[in-house]
């Protein structure tokens, strides 16, 4: 199993990036997927989850308008549109597959019911 984030980087306040998880090992239609993120000297915080079937999306506050998770099962990747960055996006940004039977859905935002956890992806937002 590997998973690989990539598409982090610098960006100005208001400004945009699509973060991609690229998977291999398994697939990224059989398990419900998340975004996590963590500042420095933060905890570990769920970003957004789409569940096993695709049809479900969930994000946190923060971000609820700005972020989009979606999938692509041809090219076994996940991805994250992030829109109207802020400062306060600035965090690692990780990729977490569900190893839970029952989904995670009504705990998505808790890191115990993932997995395979890629090294992460800087996003820095700043002028």
């Known amino acids: 199993v590997q998973v690989v984030e990539s598409g982090g980087g610098l960006v100005q306040p208001g400004g945009s990036l699509r973060l991609t998880c690229t998977i291999s090992?398994?697939?990224?239609?059989?398990?419900?997927m998340a975004w996590f993120r963590q500042a420095p000297g933060k905890g570990r915080e769920g970003v957004g989850y789409?569940?096993?079937?695709?049809?479900?999306?969930l994000y946190a506050d923060s971000v609820k308008g700005r972020f989009t998770i979606s999938r692509d099962g041809a090219r076994n990747t996940l991805y994250l549109q992030m829109n109207d960055l802020k400062p306060e996006d600035t965090a690692m940004y990780h990729c977490?597959?569900?190893?839970?039977?029952?989904?995670?859905?009504?705990?998505?935002?808790?890191?115990?019911?993932?997995?395979?956890w890629g090294q992460g992806t800087q996003v820095t937002v700043s002028s």
């Open positions: 789409i569940t096993r079937g695709g049809t479900v999306t």
């Open positions: 090992g398994f697939s990224v239609i059989d398990y419900g």
């Open positions: 977490a597959s569900c190893h839970l039977g029952n989904g995670c859905a009504l705990n998505w935002q808790s890191e115990s019911g993932f997995e395979n």
